[in-house]
């Protein structure tokens, strides 16, 4: 399979190819592959009207085929699934009314010949949840033998967690994870950077203590879950706001930034914390909350960090082609267990597997080692 996903840093095409199977009631994932493109930059601007929203969806839908055409030339398939970009995620009194991710599946249907699952997202929507974090999905399965309590943690634009017990599964959306420290840098730089490379700024500057105030008194913090937010509230004019009347250094403005995102995480997590998404490549913010936590990064245990996401995008789409429910309702707050996303045929008539009627209960995570005889061979 080949898995798909542009986060809401809108930084790259993130791409996996996997191999996956069921043993039972679990899921076989092994890692064959996964690597990231560069966002399209005629594809930045926001839409503003229909005619925009309908070149923005059809430029995404293309660059997602280019991307899964490449992999497929690479590696074959026989299924691709794709969580899209999002766009909007409708949130009101704390419940999501709806949310849109684009990039047309029938572009890279059309591109490969393969099957596309996408629109991931809408059906949880739809059954009253928030449609993310859909992560809890991979993470609910692959640390549902873990020894004592988990987190599992994952810093994109937003940072969301899944917390693991033996009382069950809780996730939901923490706050900002690199999107306010993107929307500063984007702003300070005149849009020539949109990220702080390696914490660079950060790591020379100190706290702002009263701006740290201002933001941590945000009321989404105090909210209960299931909940979850998107880049429409923590975005750059929330920046302005939160920073009125304030002056200060570049360094410190991008330190205190980290340290909000370092803070709402560690305030949420419990037991081990297994991190990945591209938060976990800033070593300012790394290294702050590791001073608040147990930090682990998920390649310790096997799931390369920063594919995860793509992984789970094609573990979605596996659980779906099998006629499985893909979404865990205590963590997005839906009336039940659905099957998510919609298919659109390849090139040949689609002929789905009999559908699984045992639910799924854990995920096995195998690594693809090179051995001398020059096959490829799974070790878990």
């Not at 293309?62 to 074959?76: L, S």
Request: glycine fraction near 12%.
């Amino acid at each position: 399979m080949i898995g798909l996903i542009s986060g809401t840093s809108m930084d790259a095409i993130d791409v996996a190819v996997v191999d996956l199977s069921l043993d039972g009631r679990t899921v076989v994932l092994t890692p064959v592959e996964h690597a990231e493109r560069p966002f399209p930059e005629d594809l930045r601007r926001p839409p503003t009207s229909a005619a925009d929203l309908c070149v923005l969806d059809t430029g995404l839908g293309r660059a997602f085929a280019e991307v899964a055409a490449e992999y497929q030339a690479r590696h074959g398939g026989d299924l691709v699934s794709s969580l899209g970009q999002t766009v909007h995620h409708w949130v009101e009194d704390g419940r999501c009314l709806g949310t849109l991710q684009l990039g047309q599946p029938a572009w890279i249907a059309e591109a490969t010949g393969l099957p596309v699952v996408a629109d991931l997202r809408v059906r949880d929507v739809a059954a009253g949840g928030h449609g993310a974090p859909l992560a809890s999905t991979l993470d609910a399965l692959w640390l549902a033998g873990f020894d004592g309590p988990a987190t599992a943690l994952n810093i994109g634009g937003i940072a969301n967690v899944t917390k693991v017990s033996p009382e069950g599964v809780v996730a939901y959306d923490t706050g900002p994870g690199n999107a306010l420290m993107d929307a500063a840098m984007t702003v300070l730089s005149g849009g020539l950077r949109n990220q702080d490379t390696d914490g660079e700024f950060a790591g020379r500057g100190h706290v702002h203590t009263e701006l740290l105030d201002r933001l941590l008194a945000d009321p989404y913090y105090a909210l209960p879950a299931p909940k979850s937010t998107g880049k429409e509230h923590f975005d750059r004019a929330y920046l302005d706001r939160v920073t009125e009347g304030l002056t200060m250094p570049a360094e410190d403005l991008l330190a205190t930034l980290t340290e909000l995102t370092a803070r709402t995480i560690a305030a949420e997590c419990e037991g081990t914390v297994i991190g990945s998404g591209g938060g976990m490549r800033n070593p300012v913010l790394v290294e702050s909350l590791g001073r608040h936590v147990d930090l682990r990064t998920s390649d310790e245990l096997g799931l390369p960090a920063d594919g995860k996401e793509a992984y789970l995008a094609a573990l979605l789409g596996f659980l779906t082609w099998h006629g499985l429910p893909a979404n865990v309702p205590s963590a997005t707050g839906a009336a039940g267990p659905r099957p998510l996303g919609s298919i659109t045929p390849g090139r040949y008539p689609l002929r789905l597997p009999e559908p699984v009627i045992t639910a799924v209960t854990g995920l096995t995570i195998r690594r693809r080692e090179r051995q001398s005889d020059g096959g490829d061979h799974a070790r878990t």
